[in-house]
């Protein structure tokens, strides 16, 4: 009996293809007949009467799938009884789970007696399961898309890896044995299999390669077999069967073609390495392009867990702790090395190697993974569907070209697995014929082949678009950019090489450096000559000298582009010079004209800049996103960005945590001197800025030194009926209590606590509560202070506290109200107005508030409160002023300086506060006058002069810290503000003797 005309609709079948599903039909019913034939003969059930029994759905997609797939027409001619198990199993609509695939291949193996039947029977699974995959990949069942299709073919692949390896290590246990146990564990050691490009990344083609690394865990040698061997010989031995297993062609075909040549020193390295030799080889000799293999390294088979160890034991040569641009040079190497195989072999068309292919997209990702992946931890994963998905959180891509770039990618998979699936073959031509044109188009839902091809165009255009913008030469983009934006000639990149390489004598190089705009070009030219003739120089490796002699010639064009090229050229060198052994930085230099703009811009205003990147290189980094380079975060998202920075860190490792701490600070504090120097930001914001930078390192720095010692000591008991945290605050005093840091600030700090005084911890290490808090104190100034690589945090002030440097270091809420009433100085009063709590418990911080309210609020005798604050400042002016005849003006200490509005400021509150508690509410001077003037206690003129001095002073204080300048200027400037000042000290703390002038 005969499958029926018509048993195969026609309905979506396309007039070219009918034909070939004639022949098709043909085929299928001479197996059927066949099948029919063998099962009368054996008694078994015919499937040619299930197959007469499909539903016209079923036989529409069956139509479709043999149109297209010479594979799929092949395996059911051959196993027509497969289609009815694929059906039954639902393998037509649903990949099979992980569990099911592994039983049914276990079973399928258990049979199997020698390797023969093993790879047999592995086969038989693979090309069964790949049936299915090919059907659901055409017919596009609800849940199937292009990542399901690699993700059932990479689960497909790792299950008959582990299984064939399962097997073999039975078959040859009785001969070899089992190799011996790591220290300390039980059960023997197991080969490690990790999986390289897609198939570490769970994305596998239709009919792909499957790219291995071999590993084992530490060297022995085999235990109860007949021979004892060595483990490498013995682990060598079964990989080389594993191959096999997979890779042998038998009269089944093959399993997975497999490829070694990833492994360290390709086809001329051992087959198989231990832990420590792998280790010992990335650290020394691993290559860029090693790099790139490894972030899709992932197990796929055998000790998945020890393999997961050996990753983590490389993570740091594939992802670096700095931002890597030199990776992009490795990439674009890479890529113009595949575009003249390409173009030698004749492959433009090519979907894969070609331009605007898959390769591009997958160069895009992967180079944000290798520059940022160390940093961006989110980036440390093998799928590219994953990666790609973060860049726009990241702000490394924006979202708009993520939403073109995955579609797109998903289009050109799509059409390389049509490809592959015509005959299970790996491939990515485009085919040259009639038919198999037909059958893409078919199997890509188009309406026919110019309709795919023009689709096609738009997606590699779009590719290439994006895939420039990422990896191309920034010596192109920087001639576009440059010189036709600046009046005068034009110099190019080629004179600025041929300056820089010594090739013009020294008139010539005089005549080009004033024709660029430099002002002195001699001085120019022989800081050129010095820095190429340097020893630094002289001493470099061959890639950091080709990253420098690629820099300069675009750092040049930057610094003529900046408003004063002479003083951007004096103040970049230096960076240049600390960066020579560091040369990942030259290569983010120049791979990133615009943030070389920027750096030009920053200099040019600021040494204190120029000096922070030459001390701290790793903030080059910032230059790369000006949207958060001119935008200080506010103090939510500080803490939010601390929190992320840190939670990438283990705990454990204190040194790296402290480490990101003082990048994350001084990150932040050039984001603020960068609005600071664009002007984006008032000089209120500026400190503002610069505070909350403070509080939130505070707030972490804090919790950082609790952990420490709650792990080793447990919690510090409590004070009855108290409630709150962690009974502990720390208040900032000064410049911090008065939210008016500057640049270079350091920290007055007081450590309260008020846990049980006679309590201890409830640790395994007990000890006394105050031993504790001390502690906690002495922690937290080590976590500030300590010198890392990257510097300290804050230099810290600690002689406010009570009893100053002799009193101690904690003190109890109650201790620090009793000193205050009984034994503080009017100038720890005075102190005391410009103190509040950056940090800690909420709670504490609320009665530590009221303790500070009731202190201030005291009323007190005026004539003895003036004489105190006047003898304090005269003596301040002792010891600090400027001399008679120094003819300047510093803008803190002298009479008419900050220091006298601020004296101004305590005193009103010490003299008010106790008739106008509305002055409590403020720690900053700003507010305080304001609150003067409102309520009417202040002339409203006065305050507002007041104010205004103020602010004068304070930006010429920040000005002066971004010039590196003393914070003296000269006599003749703020003569007004200083006069207003003077005026208002004499009336209101010198009454008696108004003449003065001190």
Request: charged fraction near 30%; glycine fraction near 8%; aromatic fraction near 6%.
């Amino acid at each position: 009996m005969a499958l029926p005309t018509g048993f195969l609709p026609l309905t979506e079948i396309p007039e070219p293809l009918r034909g070939p599903l004639g022949q098709a039909q043909q085929r299928l019913d001479e197996a059927l007949a066949q099948a029919d034939s063998l099962a009368e003969m054996t008694g078994r059930d015919s499937p040619l009467e299930d197959w007469l029994a499909l539903p016209e759905a079923c036989r529409e997609q069956l139509a479709r799938v043999v149109a297209i797939s010479d594979f799929a027409l092949e395996t059911l001619v051959r196993y027509p009884q497969w289609l009815l198990h694929l059906e039954a199993n639902g393998e037509l609509e649903n990949a099979p789970e992980p569990a099911l695939l592994e039983a049914w291949l276990g079973e399928a193996l258990e049979a199997a007696e020698d390797e023969s039947a093993m790879q047999g029977a592995l086969r038989r699974f693979r090309r069964a399961r790949m049936l299915g995959i090919v059907w659901r990949d055409l017919t596009r069942p609800p849940g199937t898309d292009m990542w399901a299709t690699a993700a059932a073919v990479s689960r497909l692949a790792e299950v008959c890896l582990d299984g064939a390896l399962g097997w073999l290590e039975a078959h040859y246990a009785p001969r070899w044995g089992h190799p011996a146990p790591r220290p300390g564990e039980e059960a023997p050691q197991r080969l490690v299999v990790l999986g390289m490009g897609k198939l570490g990344a769970g994305e596998l083609n239709l009919s792909s390669d499957i790219d291995l690394i071999f590993a084992f865990p530490e060297k022995g040698v085999t235990r109860g077999g007949r021979r004892e061997l060595d483990h490498q010989e013995y682990f060598t031995k079964l990989g080389q069967k594993l191959i096999g297993a997979l890779d042998a062609v038998t009269g089944d075909g093959f399993a997975f073609r497999v490829d070694m040549r990833l492994r360290p020193l390709g086809d001329g390295g051992p087959l198989v390495g231990s832990f420590a030799m792998l280790g010992s080889y990335y650290q020394d000799q691993g290559r860029e392009w090693e790099r790139y293999a490894m972030l899709k390294a992932r197990p796929v088979a055998g000790d998945r867990e020890a393999g997961d160890e050996l990753l983590a034991g490389l993570r740091p040569f594939v992802y670096r702790k700095y931002l890597d641009f030199g990776a992009i040079e490795s990439l674009r190497e890479m890529k113009a090395m595949i575009n003249r195989e390409v173009k030698r072999r004749g492959m433009d068309d090519n979907i894969k190697l070609g331009s605007g292919g898959i390769r591009e997209v997958e160069f895009v990702v992967q180079a944000f993974q290798l520059i940022r992946g160390g940093r961006d931890t989110e980036l440390q994963v093998t799928s590219l569907k994953s990666a790609l998905a973060r860049l726009p959180d990241l702000g490394l891509l924006p979202q708009a070209v993520v939403d073109e770039l995955l579609p797109d990618y998903v289009f050109l998979r799509d059409l390389e697995h049509a490809l592959q699936g015509l005959e299970d073959r790996q491939t990515q031509a485009l085919p040259d014929n009639d038919t198999d044109r037909e059958r893409i188009a078919l199997a890509l839902d188009m309406a026919d082949w110019p309709a795919l091809m023009a689709r096609l165009d738009e997606v590699r255009g779009r590719v290439r678009q994006h895939f420039d913008a990422v990896i191309a030469d920034p010596e192109e983009e920087r001639e576009e950019i440059a010189a036709p934006h600046r009046e005068g000639a034009e110099v190019g990149l080629d004179e600025w090489r041929a300056l820089w390489r010594g090739e013009l004598n020294a008139e010539e190089a005089a005549e080009l450096l004033e024709r660029a705009g430099f002002a002195e070009a001699d001085t120019a030219a022989r800081r050129l000559e010095g820095l190429r003739h340097s020893r630094a120089v002289k001493g470099m490796q061959r890639i950091g000298f080709e990253r420098l002699d690629a820099l300069m010639p675009l750092m040049l064009d930057a610094a003529v582009g900046s408003e004063l090229p002479d003083r951007a050229l004096e103040r970049t060198l230096p960076l240049i010079e600390s960066v020579l052994r560091r040369t990942a930085y030259l290569a983010l230099l120049r791979e990133n004209p615009e943030a070389l703009d920027h750096l030009m811009r920053l200099v040019g205003a600021s040494p204190w800049v120029a000096d922070q990147l030459a001390r701290h290189p790793i903030l080059l980094d910032e230059l790369l996103t000006p949207g958060t380079l001119y935008t200080p975060a506010d103090k939510a998202r500080l803490a939010d960005e601390l929190r992320q920075t840190l939670a990438r860190i283990p705990e454990e490792d204190e040194e790296a945590q402290l480490e990101a701490l003082r990048i994350f600070k001084h990150a932040q504090v050039l984001h603020v001197a960068a609005s600071d120097i664009a002007g984006t930001r008032a000089l209120m914001k500026v400190s503002d800025y610069l505070t909350f930078i403070a509080e939130v390192v505070l707030e972490q720095v804090l919790a950082m030194a609790w952990k420490h010692l709650v792990r080793k000591h447990g919690r510090p008991q409590r004070r009855d009926g108290v409630e709150g945290e962690s009974d502990f605050i720390i208040v900032g005093y000064g410049k911090l209590g008065g939210i008016e840091l500057g640049y270079g600030s350091d920290l007055d700090l007081v450590f309260i606590h008020d846990a049980a005084s006679q309590g201890s911890t409830d640790g395994p290490r007990p000890i006394d509560n105050p031993v504790f808090f001390t502690r906690l104190g002495q922690r937290i100034i080590h976590l500030l202070t300590a010198v890392t690589p990257a510097g300290a945090l804050y230099e810290v002030d600690m002689r406010l506290r009570p009893s100053g440097n002799s009193g101690l270091l904690v003190t109890t809420l109650e201790a620090f109200a009793d000193y205050q009433r009984r034994e503080a100085w009017t100038w720890e009063h005075q102190a005391l107005v410009r103190a509040r709590v950056v940090a800690g418990d909420p709670a504490l911080g609320e009665r530590f508030a009221a303790v500070r309210r009731e202190v201030l609020g005291e009323k007190r005798d005026l004539a003895a409160l003036r004489e105190e604050v006047v003898k304090m400042r005269l003596k301040m002016r002792d010891h600090l002023a400027s001399r008679p005849g120094d003819d300047q003006f510093d803008l803190k200490q002298d009479p008419g300086g900050m220091v006298d509005i601020e004296f101004l400021c305590q005193y009103a509150v010490l003299s008010m506060a106790h008739y106008a508690p509305q002055l409590l509410e403020w720690s900053d001077n700003m507010r305080l006058l304001e609150t003067l003037e409102a309520g009417g206690l202040l002339d409203a003129g006065e305050c507002r002069g007041l104010r205004e001095a103020y602010l004068a002073y304070r930006d010429a204080v920040h000005r002066a810290a971004l010039a590196n300048q003393p914070r003296a200027v000269g006599a003749e400037e703020f003569q007004e503000h200083r006069a207003l000042v003077t005026r208002l000290w004499q009336r209101l703390l010198e009454p008696s003797d108004a003449g003065a002038n001190r």
